[in-house]
């Protein structure tokens, strides 16, 4: 990918945060920015 589209694929990313859950856009950013895995965590949220 060039310059260009990478700058595209973070944005599309950080735009999909207002539509998906928290956890899948992250992976979609982490994504976009050339990170890979097969690894999740899983966390739950605390509320006091």
Known sequence: MNTLEVRQAIADSLGRFAKKPL????????????YRSEKRAHAQAQYR
Do not use: K, V
């Not at 956890?23 to 050339?34: H, I, K, R, V, Y």
């Open 23 to 34: 956890a899948d856009a992250a992976t979609g950013l982490f994504e976009s920015l050339g």
